[in-house]
């Protein structure tokens, strides 16, 4: 399901003890959603903010945008910021420097083990009989309608040496007839009518449902994962983990 907004949002996580190392700051950077989904970003930015002086900045990041989040990490004793993206592409160079404290990005979770393991806790949930089951994992575009750059590859890779479901699938945002007759011809080809399908939404609530990609999956047997994946306590634990070292 696309998640829409119109506008890009930086917000301020309220301020709260630090009881890790003060000095160390992180910045989270996360696609903006609607308001439910902004919401659990900012549960998630809280909770890391509980440990170490966190900020988070959602939308498309400008310079302007994270500078005006490193200022305020600043000014809470930060002497170092950590930039964590979250499903979100960071790729242009200007966008590290040039801050009031030195800024260093540190790789998306989607590189990560703990994604998969994530993902498979969802998956377990629904999962019935595994064998017999695809998991279908579920991208979706930005807000204002920039592709998706979620890299699904290495939690599907893990996922896949299991050997424990049928098969994997990614699908982004479906835009248009042409991408669900894609979507619709790749589960008859590789599914089969007999297998069930697990839907696990990413950059999106399992609650927003998708009307096209129900469409495409009209005569399969099929559920939706019932947590989502940006609630994980497992992702605060790695966001704070992000300052202890190299990427």
Request: aromatic share 4%.
């Amino acid at each position: 399901m696309r998640i829409i907004q119109t506008t890009f949002v930086a917000l301020l996580v309220a301020s709260a003890p630090a009881v890790a190392r003060a000095d160390q700051g992180i910045l989270i950077l996360a696609p903006s959603g609607n308001t439910a989904w902004n919401a659990e970003v900012a549960q998630l930015a809280a909770k890391a903010n509980a440990q170490k002086p966190t900020e988070l900045v959602l939308g498309t990041p400008t310079h302007a945008m994270i500078e005006a989040a490193v200022d305020r990490l600043a000014k809470r004793g930060a002497t170092d910021v950590t930039a964590v993206p979250f499903f979100l592409s960071v790729a242009s160079p200007e966008l590290t420097t040039g801050y009031a404290l030195p800024l260093r990005l540190a790789s998306s979770p989607e590189t990560d083990p703990v994604f998969g393991e994530v993902i498979l806790s969802r998956v377990r949930e629904i999962s019935r009989s595994p064998s017999d089951e695809t998991i279908l994992l579920m991208g979706s575009d930005a807000a204002d309608g920039t592709p998706s750059t979620v890299n699904f590859n290495a939690a599907a890779r893990r996922l896949n040496q299991m050997r424990e479901f049928s098969s994997i699938l990614v699908v982004n945002d479906l835009q248009d007839a042409k991408e669900q007759q894609q979507v619709r011809y790749t589960i008859e080809k590789l599914v089969g009518s007999q297998r069930r399908i697990l839907i696990i939404p990413v950059v999106a609530l399992p609650k927003d449902g998708d009307t096209n990609l129900e469409q495409c999956l009209q005569g399969y047997s099929h559920d939706t994962a019932t947590s989502d994946i940006i609630s994980d306590a497992r992702l605060v634990e790695w966001v704070l983990s992000r300052t202890a070292g190299p990427a």
